[in-house]
């Protein structure tokens, strides 16, 4: 097992590009104290040339060791901030497919589109790949509790990797928000869970001032190392295509830390020579909570306004005040990518698409689809493109919405009715098999 050693230059540095003070990486920092900007974790280069890199991350494929089976700390010279690896807790998390998706492709105004199934990993998010690192450097820092707002799939990753580092685990979420599939896997994991009468970005303010208070470490998307472990999807992905770099990549836009990942992760790889370009970046938001989308299509100057109260089925992109907005901006535009954001019923009937694949996910990554589809169709994304798309849940996170939609029974906020364009109603009938044998012919 190749371990990496922790260069001198690791360190954690304020995103405000007016700013860009510098502080120790053991720090504990989720905003920077000088001027309240975001705080990204910064290394030196690789020691390796990008022939050496690529030819180590293959070989570490074929690997029995837990770190290498990672497909997140299987990248670990380009996420370089432990100085002892035994403070990692593994899942074995990332490893999820590239899965090709023809009818996805066809409803989206594509020749083709590959989607990145993040729903495959083990608490069946993308959340699990930052959660590692997260709770890697918690450990690190001699934390032993740690605490998340979260409407699902936060607070299902941080629960399971914390059972596993044997810390003690606070989960604050909205009452009455949250799906409960995803609730149950917190409840499993052993976490305490907490309901409160506020909504997501409410919360968020309240644990912060908790969490100086009483000595907890926040693994919400502002921590710096839930982005390090998330920019590994990328690294992964261009593994599997054999660093032949996409045209665009399409995610669902939320509290947007994973545009932040996925940006720093591409600009590191180009940096380091394992890529020539970058790809571009769109990112999709619900359109009842979209600020981002709003912010963007105003001009990108001036005050960033959120949404007090945010609303979408797709509750994982519930989110009205996303803490990353300023780091995913400077992605969208250093990539020269897009912001869309699509309805509830454009959301509905792209999971229904996606389902007809064979492939499935939770509402929140149907976006993606559905964001696809309105691009093409405005000529931003050429059809002819070589696009991937991610899919951050899984489908059994929100089981009711499924079974709403093809029984013709979902609703969106608002009391709007959500058609089932492409439902698929169980058929009731009596026990006859004559009658049953008709109906099969």
Not at 213 to 230: A, D, T
Request: hydrophobic residues 40%.
């Amino acid at each position: 097992m190749t371990l990496a050693p922790l260069p001198a230059s690791a360190e954690l540095v304020c995103f405000n590009h007016s700013c860009r003070a510098r502080f120790p990486i053991t720090e504990i920092l989720y905003n920077c104290p000088k001027c309240g900007g975001l705080i990204e974790a910064a290394y030196a280069a690789p020691s390796m040339d990008a022939p050496e890199l690529k030819k180590l991350f293959r070989e570490r494929r074929m690997s029995n060791a837990p770190l290498d089976q990672s497909g997140v700390w299987r990248y670990r010279e380009l996420s370089p901030f432990l100085d002892d690896y035994s403070h990692v807790v593994t899942l074995r998390e990332g490893n999820t497919p590239l899965l090709d998706a023809p009818l996805a492709a066809d409803y989206g105004g594509l020749k083709a589109l590959t989607f990145k199934h993040q729903g495959f990993n083990p608490t069946g998010s993308f959340k699990d790949n930052g959660m590692t690192c997260g709770v890697a450097q918690a450990r690190r820092l001699g934390m032993q509790r740690v605490a998340c707002v979260s409407t699902g799939n936060t607070s299902a990753s941080m629960a399971a990797y914390a059972a596993a580092a044997g810390l003690k685990a606070f989960i604050f979420l909205p009452h009455g928000n949250i799906s409960f599939g995803k609730l149950a896997q917190a409840l499993e994991y052993g976490a305490k869970t907490l309901e409160i009468e506020a909504n997501f970005d409410e919360i968020l303010a309240l644990i912060r001032v908790l969490a100086e208070r009483v000595g907890i470490y926040l693994l919400n998307s502002m921590n710096p190392f839930r982005i390090e472990g998330q920019k590994s999807i990328m690294f992964e992905m261009l593994d599997q295509r054999d660093w032949r770099v996409p045209d665009w990549v399409v995610l669902p836009g939320g509290n947007l830390g994973n545009v932040s990942a996925f940006g720093k992760g591409l600009r590191e790889a180009l940096a380091a020579g394992l890529i020539g370009r970058l790809p571009r970046l769109a990112v999709i938001q619900a359109e009842g909570s979209a600020p981002f989308y709003e912010y963007v299509h105003a001009g990108a100057h001036g005050e960033f306004h959120p949404v007090a109260h945010p609303e979408t089925l797709a509750t994982a992109i519930r989110i009205g005040d996303p803490v990353s907005w300023p780091k995913a901006l400077n992605e969208v535009q250093t990539s020269k990518g897009a912001v869309e954001k699509v309805t509830e019923q454009e959301i509905a009937d792209a999971k229904a698409v996606i389902g007809r694949c064979g492939i499935g996910c939770e509402p929140a990554s149907a976006a993606t689809l559905a964001g696809i589809r309105k691009l093409t169709g405005a000529g931003v994304i050429d059809k002819d493109a070589d696009v991937v798309a991610v899919l951050t849940g899984n489908v059994l996170k929100d089981p009711d919405y499924i079974h709403k939609y093809h029984t013709d029974k979902l609703i969106a906020p608002g009391g709007v009715k959500i058609e089932s364009t492409y439902g698929n109603k169980s058929i009731v009938m009596l026990n006859n098999a004559d009658k049953i044998a008709g109906l099969l012919e």
